[in-house]
């Protein structure tokens, strides 16, 4: 038994890895036709049909392209700084339910790699390590434009991780757990005694402040100011080339992907669907209905982060840190009062 | 130890913090073109910067010295690039004034259609570049396709695209052919609308508007003093514009606002632009409907190259052919100044002929040259993504700052 739970959840992880990693990859093909669409363009359409293969040939271009250190650099770190992005990045993904239980003979096999109890925690610890990659490859380039990439980008996530830590607290008073899967489990189907079962109901402001957070923590327009190429030149990144570069490139779709699942797991019912017990279908189907449920509504979260990449621009430094501390902070606090308040006042 | 920049200025404040030097260009991407400015930073605040002027020289005014009239055309494309045919015809006009030739209304009329054209595509490229340095890439490719049919109307009447060397002296080479009036007309009737999508792109954006007010302000008392003109000017406030302070090329047949800023903010400098594309619109209108019948090029001999069929027919027009393409004409002795209003500014050319076949000597007052003086006193106290917007929003072109 205790080999074919170890194997059940090799598989498991192997999976979710290399989808992970295929969906960061073509996160930026559909990056740039979704830009090609908002822009009146045609976009990449060269590389196999409707320009398919265009993310292997970046990843082919990546690896032969010429691997330049700056001589100044601090070496280690240099080459350490992407590294820790991209581990960083793909480490969340553990703890994220991808859908239900599978009956495989008489076993119920769980697609989720690892149901921590304290799952939600542990995603936040690992986030708030992705800004070391960012800060370490910045320093280390020795380059003022990448200095300040990383100065920008540090303060900007621990500014963010603070709401967004805040706007959570109100979401698990409500779940009582921080077990993603028990989260998801308790939002189960669409519509339940009386009302909504989807977090995002029930809490629409904290997720708001959680959907703003959650594009500053990925360093997204209107937050990419690590990485400002009309300001910094690259950012954070200027003085990387090759497969470094593409590391930290990736490691920014890798999180965009995690944090749309993220999102979804938390607010939008993960792999629940509406009517999912109506159906009259067997549990296998209504789970692997529920993967590509979930998938649909992460992908709709990707295009919704590009959608607003392509559309607004970016904030000033002082801009971004007074809604970070003077808008977002706050409204989150408040957003726990009343959270608690609202529980009371269902209590008596 | 401590050190010191290369322009002298001590690097460490009075409570021992150093100041961050950052070179600024000279080849960075929101520069446009080759600038180099040496910031003094604290943190992400500028306290001081050093614009360096002369980076790219390139010295027309003395390459001019050594050309016939005609060939210094092209040297002007190479001023502005974002609106060659300002600066064309304001040279063409300035021979013409040496000369004393009348123009014919039609040219004038068609001068006026290309010069706001030009204009129109120089305000765009400038507000679009301010939403890209933004972080706001859409607006700049909607609008460039509007840019891409000027230019295309370019083409037709020129060849040319960016450095077009449009027209003559004396008028133009060709008539609007009935291609250029079918591009014209389809652009007149889409672009408002299109224009106005893309203004409200930009102006009901509240990050973008929260990005551009009140960065990068000049008074008008400063503003005069550095002797700004164009849309920088009138954004300080001052209502003052070449078209109707003195007026050339028929610019006083036509009804047109300038529009003013009160400021002189980026915001300012921005709406201003955006004002004036849509007076422009209005200038093109008014000109393409009463367009006067007649020649589309003025009795200039000296200039004019005679119709090719006159050339080998005539013994006079074969030897005014001659003498043009061979630039042996001769010009009469003086000391010229004439401005037209360029895309960004007042675009002046002063000009002494001692009756030799080239000039004597040529000076271009370009708009640019000034701005990017009052650059350091603008972006003093800034933050470093306001010197960028201030940057775009003054539209400093490299070509015509260093001449």
Known sequence: MEWIFLLDKTIIAFIAFSITLLIATYSTYAERKIAAFLQDRVGPDRAGPFGMFQPLADAGKFFFKEEIIPATSNKFLFIIGPGIAMTTALMTSVVIPWGGTLEIGDRLVSLQVSDLNIGVLYVFGVVSLGVYGIMIGGWASNNKFSLLGAIRASSQMISYELGMGLSLISLIMLTGTLSMSEIVEQQHGFWADGYFSWYFFKQPIGFLIFIVCAFAECNRTPFDLAECEAELVGGYHTEYSSMKLGFYMFAEYINMFISSAFMASLYFGGYNFPFMDDLGLSQNWITIIGVIVFFLKIFAFIFFFMWIRWTIPRFRYDQLMRLGWQVMMPAALLHIFATGAVILFNQH | ?403
């Open chain 2, 1 to 403: 130890m401590q050190e010191q920049s290369i322009f002298g200025e001590e690097h460490v404040m009075q409570d021992e913090r150093q100041l961050n030097t950052l070179n600024l260009g000279p080849t960075h991407p929101s520069t446009h073109g080759v600038f180099q400015n040496v910031l003094q930073m604290d943190g992400e605040i500028i306290v001081s910067s050093e614009p360096t002027i002369g980076y790219i020289h390139r010295a027309f005014e003395k390459l001019a010295e050594r050309r016939p009239y005609y060939q210094v055309t092209p040297i002007t494309d190479r001023l502005n690039y974002c609106s060659s045919p300002i600066n064309n015809i304001g040279w063409h006009m300035t021979v013409e004034k040496l000369l004393q030739v009348e123009t014919p209304k039609r040219v004038d009329y068609m001068r006026v259609i290309i010069m706001e054209l030009a204009r129109i595509a120089d305000h765009l490229v400038c507000n679009m570049v301010l939403g890209v340095d933004s972080g706001a890439l859409t607006g700049f490719t909607y609008m460039f396709q509007e840019r891409e049919r000027i230019y295309d109307m370019y083409e037709e009447l020129c060849g040319a695209r960016l450095t077009t060397n449009i027209g003559r002296i004396g008028g133009f080479e060709r008539d609007f052919t009935p291609g250029f009036r079918k591009k014209l007309e389809e652009f007149l009737a889409g672009f408002p609308k299109r224009f106005d999508e893309f203004d409200r792109l930009l102006t009901r954006n509240r990050i973008f508007m929260d990005r551009i007010k009140g960065v990068g302000p000049i008074s008008a008392e400063r503003a005069i003093s550095y002797s700004f003109a164009g849309p920088n000017l009138r954004a300080a406030g001052v209502d003052y514009d070449v078209r109707v302070m003195n007026p050339y090329s028929s610019y006083q047949d036509f009804d047109f606002m300038v529009p003013i800023g009160t400021a002189g903010d980026t915001f300012d400098r921005f709406a201003v632009r955006q004002s004036e594309i849509r007076e422009s619109l209005k200038i093109i209108n008014q000109a393409y409907s009463n367009l006067p019948e007649g020649n589309f090029f003025a009795d200039c001999p000296e200039f004019y190259l005679p119709k090719k069929q006159d050339v080998y027919n005539s013994m006079e027009a074969l030897i005014w052919h001659f003498k043009i393409v061979m630039g042996e004409v001769d010009m009469p002795a003086g000391e010229i100044y004439h401005a037209v209003e360029g895309a960004n500014g007042e675009l002046g050319y002063y000009l002494i002929s001692d009756g030799g076949r080239q000039p004597y000597r040529l000076h271009f007052r370009r708009p640019c040259f000034i701005y990017y003086q009052a650059y350091a006193e603008m972006i003093k106290g800034q933050m470093l993504s306001d010197a960028i917007m201030t940057m775009s929003s003054m539209n400093v072109i490299a070509g015509e700052l260093d001449a």
